[in-house]
T-cell receptor, first 111, second 115 residues
């Protein structure tokens, strides 16, 4: 099955700086890559996603890049704010619909 | 409703008891998924429904776990003879249509604690 690895496990950044989270996947058939933000005790919230026919997607301060050849994708958050503090999960979906998640990155934005 | 609704939010049970967890997906969503999230980990797939059909149950840890969606809307995840290792957050997600690249929207989950 699909195996998703996520790095780093924790990330501390100064407010206003950028944060980058990287993920790799194993199954070349994976074609959909969402990113979720989860605050303590809350539901995972979809913040951005990318499909395998696209290399990059941006939504305001958030961007995701995908390198199909290398089988890795990354989340970039610019101009970080305290409300960006949360656990972020990457995921990959193969055509059998299952989402395989990374282990998560705890992001702390220091004021 | 506006989002995926799960109940109860918290469930405490003694080892050996049966529990039932409910998921009410976004209205009109065809696909429904159950995931298990252990503390400090990402969600792990349990099972998938397309309307009332359970198309994939490969992630269910044992035959003590059973899920149903009889009318293609509300789903129930049942765990029989609960064990301590069943303690986790159980998340439900739904998506509008079938297909591997459809956004999945999650509920707040049920936090299950087995004593």
């Amino acid at each position: 099955g699909e195996n998703v690895e996520q790095h780093p496990s924790t990330l501390s950044v100064q407010e206003g700086d950028s944060a980058v989270i990287k993920c790799t996947y194993s199954d070349s058939a994976s074609n959909y890559f969402p990113w979720y933000k989860q605050e303590l005790g809350k539901r995972p919230q979809l913040i951005i996603d990318i499909r395998s026919n696209v290399g990059e997607k941006k939504d305001q301060r958030i961007a995701v890049t995908l390198n199909k050849t290398a089988k890795h994708f990354s989340l970039h958050i610019t101009e970080t704010q305290p409300e960006d503090s949360a656990v972020y999960f990457c995921a990959a979906s193969t055509p059998d619909y299952k989402l395989s998640f990374g282990a998560g990155t705890t992001v702390t934005v220091r004021a | 409703g506006a989002g995926v609704s799960q109940s109860p939010r918290y469930k405490v049970a003694k080892r050996g008891q049966d529990v039932a967890l409910r998921c009410d997906p976004i209205s009109g969503h065809v696909s429904l998924f159950w995931y298990q999230q252990a503390l400090g980990q990402g969600p792990e797939f349990l099972t998938y429904f397309q309307n009332e059909a359970q198309l994939d149950k490969s992630g269910l840890p044992s035959d003590r776990f059973f899920a149903e969606r009889p009318e293609g809307s509300v789903s129930t995840l049942k765990i029989q003879r609960t064990q301590k290792e069943d303690s986790a957050v159980y998340l439900c997600a739904s998506s509008l249509s079938a297909g591997s690249n459809q956004p999945q929207h999650f509920g707040d989950g049920t936090r299950l604690s087995i004593l």
